[in-house]
């Protein structure tokens, strides 16, 4: 799906996280969102996930305005928030229940296409190998692609990353992003990363976008990146 942000503005009290930010993103794109610590990503990824309101502005999928949280936006977290006691398919399984709501996977059994979405996304992040393992005994790396896992579960029409490897080393983050970047383009998923590391953002990013200050200050494609971004 597209995702088009128009003149999203959002103050905290004094502060002013983000100022007019408008961009669009084309269907099945890796865009990446850089910036400093600071500069308003978590902000942005928050309104788009409808976690946080903003003071101004709107964000359109595919034409349709967004005015709620959406059961079909999927988000992978930097401290991934998996339950580390369930194993890899566990936690992937719970992606359900962003999808169909708590009350439903309370009181069903899980149907048979719930698991088996949950293990074709852990074969999408190379974990079908570890499907039963607990997670807490994962590496870093593994935890976050189980995060992503789950996240496919929940069958999203565009996944949010907010700094999906800042906790991760240069190698495990490498596998993480290419990931990502694999599972936007086989699921042609709308994905949008935040990223402060400019170095991995360039090796895995279709598009771009810069914010600094809560302004955007750049938005094309690798080509056209400069160094003082
Ligand atoms: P980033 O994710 O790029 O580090 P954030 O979106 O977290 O940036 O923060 C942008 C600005 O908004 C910062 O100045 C931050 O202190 C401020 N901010 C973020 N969340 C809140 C909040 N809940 N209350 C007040 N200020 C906030
Ligand atoms: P991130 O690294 O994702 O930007 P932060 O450490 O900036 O996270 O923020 C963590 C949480 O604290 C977020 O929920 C954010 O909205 C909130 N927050 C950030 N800055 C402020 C602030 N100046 N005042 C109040 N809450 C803030």
Redesign the pocket.
Known sequence: MTLRVENLTKR?GE?TALSEVSFEIPDGNFAVVLGE??AG???LL?ILNGL?EPTAGSVYLDGEEITNSRSDIGMVF?QHNLVEELSAYGNALTGTLNRTGFFRSLINRQPVDDRELALEALETVGLLGEAGQKVGSMSGGQQQRVGIARALVQEPALLLA??PVASLDPSSAETVMEYLRETAETRNLTTLASLHQINIAREFGEQFIGIKSGEVVFDGPREELTSEM
């Open positions: 905290y502060t610590s600071g990503k978590s902000t928050r946080t930097q907010d700094e």
